[in-house]
C-alpha cells in the first residue's frame, strides 16, 4: 500500500523535460544525471507538492527564469549528496602530515608560505581538518608561516553552514579527544563549534568548478575529494588538467579513494592511492 501510495505521489517528468534539465546541469556544472531519473522524480516530487506546483515544465519555467541561483541551488543540494565529516579518510592527513608538508616545508624554507584548496569543500569538515592538522604539524613554528587556507563549494546553503562552524557531536566521533578539546569549544544546546582562529584561517568562497579558475597564483596542495563522481569521463580529464594547470610544481593533488583518474592520460604523478604530485620530487 505504501509503496501505491508513494508512486501516486511521484511527479513525473516528461522525455524532453527530463533531457532539458540533465543536458543543462551537465553542460553548466558538470553533473551527469543522465542516468537518475528516477532520483530526480522522487527527490524533487515533495518540493514541487510542497511549492504547489502542477508539474515538471511548470517547475522548469521558474528553474530557467530565476536569475539569481537559489533555484538551481536548490535543485544541486537535492540531487547531490554533502555527505561529509571530520578526518574523512584519515589515510590522506596522515600523509599529509608524514610526507608532503615536509617535502613542502624544505620547498618553501624561504619564503614560508603555502596554498592549500580545498575544492567541493561541502559544510567544512575537511578544510577545518586540515586547518587542524597544520596546527598538529607545524606547532610553533605555525605564526612563521604565510599559510592561504582557500575552501569552495558551489552550494550557498553548505559554505553558510561552514562558515557557522557548527556541528553535532555524533559528527566529531572520528576527532581525537585532543583535538576536541584544543580546536572546538562545547554549545549550550549541545553542539560544537570549530574554534576562532581555526574558523578564521579558512577563506570560503563560492566557486563552480566549470568555470574558468582565476587565482592569483597556483596552489602547493588540492583536495578534490568525492566530488567527481558526478562527472563523466571527458568533464573529470578536463578538471583534473585545470587543478594540474593550478598546481605548483612538486605539488600535491589528493581524490576520494572511491574515485580514480587515468594514469596513462593524466600529467601527475601517481604517487599511491588517490594522491598525486606534480612534476618529481627533488
Known sequence: MDSDRNMLQMVQMSDQEFMTLTKYIKDHYGINLT??????????SSVLRSRNIPNFKAYLDILFNDKTGAEMTTLLNKLTTNHTYFLRENEHFNYLAQEALP???RVHGNDHSLRIWSAGCSSGQEPYTIAMALNEYFGTRRSLWKIQLLATDISVNVLTKACNGIY???????VPQLWKTKYFKRLPDGNFQVSDSIRKSVDFRTLNLMDPFRFRKPFDIIFCRNVMIYFDGPTKEKLVNKFYDWSTEGGFFFIGHSENINKDTTRYRFIKPAIYQKGSRK
Do not use: A
Not at 35 to 44: D, N, S
Not at 168 to 174: A, M
Open 35 to 44: 542516468k537518475k531519473r528516477v532520483l530526480i522524480e522522487g527527490r524533487m
Open 103 to 105: 617535502y613542502l616545508e
Open 168 to 174: 553535532e557531536n555524533e559528527s566529531l566521533n572520528d
